[in-house]
């Protein structure tokens, strides 16, 4: 396997491909890993999907924060606080928060996590060329040519793999939003806020966000619009100053100048090549949807590929452009919709949305075409997110449990037993709404798979399991 680009998504794709014990090489064209915070919000169903890759999300909680409120400062030189979020965790959603942590932060824990099952990204090496054939893809690299029998582009919003494979990346680019995000250091500012200005009139750099990032020095400054100056530390250091008689700009870390583009692919599988991440769906940052789309795109495809590298049948990697097709068309959706709305005017609605735990594959080919997709029937149903829930006898969780195979089935009645699976006794029926006699496998990406008893699950499930059982290897 060769994956393409070692961003979030690319290092998400190779730890679960990795951690099935399926040899990957990641290949990254720049020199070293990408400095700049970029994305700061983890959502907590990107949390969930990590913490199964044991030791990941615990690590990033302690890398981050989740008790950071928005601080306005109103033209009239008022101050007001935006009302703090219950951050309780409840036993079926541990982690309710969106994590507060910079993106190359994310990328260094997971570079961690997979250094432990031997593999690194192999910086400097580019992609600038490939061919898909019926065995396998040809990759042309500045290192020489390469051979693999599935490649995962994820190689960002400018995409050589994309663009090779001649798959359009349909949407528009808008030249005149623009705002500078940069990495700073500075003096005069409390860092227990996420500190934002905001005028009625958009003058340039009316809209100022300053962000303290968690276990670091620097915070990230967002600011717009921007007028014809390069954003030059002069004018980052004027931005800066601006906020008050005490606050001063010491060091400019990183920086860049971001432009609004909202696009997505028509397909994420072309042959034996597949796209995740930016290099398929590219939009607003309003909302921190990008990295956790792109996180949620790799696990979904890591284990359809791990198990159809193992025996499975190939037709299982269709479903992964059908599942995650009108996940991104979603996303683009509703961060467009926040895109320009202040942070403190979100409903609870919206941050539900943005917190992805909603997501649901119900409607798509590995949703359960007896139940009306439409309805709620009690509990998760087939393509729904299932959640966590107390389990054998208070001692586990299903979350824990999950680390230990990739289909697991719940289950009241401890002797109920589906081939390929490992059983979990569930002592909280409620979560799951389980009948006497159901079970419910829970997919290896964290979703139901079907519900039914012990036989019909196992009938179900023998087409999508690897006829080389390995262990998960956590
Ligand atoms: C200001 C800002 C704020 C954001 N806030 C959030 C947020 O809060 N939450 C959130 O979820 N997202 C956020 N995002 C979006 C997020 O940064 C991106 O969605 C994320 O980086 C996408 O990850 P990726 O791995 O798909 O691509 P990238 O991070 O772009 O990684 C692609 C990698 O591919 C490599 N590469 C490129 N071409 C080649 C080639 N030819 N050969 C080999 N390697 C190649 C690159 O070097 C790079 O390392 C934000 C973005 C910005 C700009």
Known sequence: MIVVGAGPTGLTAALELARRGIGVRLLDAAP??????????????????????????????????????????????????EPGRDTTPTPDTPWPTTLLIPQWRVEQVLRERLADFGVAPEQGVRVDDLTSDDDGVTVATSIGTLRARYVVGADGGGSTVRRTLGVSFLGETREEIRMVVADVELEGLDRDHWHQWGAPDPVPYSWVALCPLPASPTWQLQAGPLDDREPDDAVLAEIVAARGPRVRLRRVAWRSVWRLNVRMV????????????????????????????????????GWKLAAVLRGADDTLLDTY???????????????????????????AAQVRTTSQLDLSYRDGPLGDPDTDPDTDGPGPRAGDRAPDAPADGGTS??????????????????????????TVTVDDPATYALAPGEVVAVRPDGYVGRRGTADEVGAWLAPLLARVQTPAGH
Do not use: C
Request: glycine share 12%; net charge positive; aromatic share 4%.
């Open 32 to 81: 070293a890993p990408f400095a700049g915070s970029r994305g700061k919000g983890l959502q907590p169903r990107s949390q969930e999907l990590l913490d199964v890759v044991g030791g990941v999300t615990d690590r990033l909680v302690a890398l981050g924060r989740t008790d950071l409120r928005v601080r306005r400062h109103e033209p009239d030189g008022t101050v007001r606080d």
């Open 266 to 301: 028509s397909d994420y599988r072309r042959g034996n090549v597949f796209l995740a991440g930016d290099a398929a769906h590219v939009h607003s940052p309003a909302g921190a949807q990008g990295m956790n789309t792109g996180i949620g795109d790799a696990v979904n495809l």
């Open 321 to 347: 452009t059908a599942e995650r097709l009108p996940i991104a068309a979603g996303v683009l959706g509703i961060s467009a919709e926040l895109s320009g709305q202040a942070m403190w005017a979100r409903t």
């Open 397 to 422: 969780t299903v979350f824990l449990r999950r680390r230990e195979a990739d289909w697991t089935v719940l289950t009241t009645d401890a002797a109920a037993r589906v081939p390929g699976t490992v």
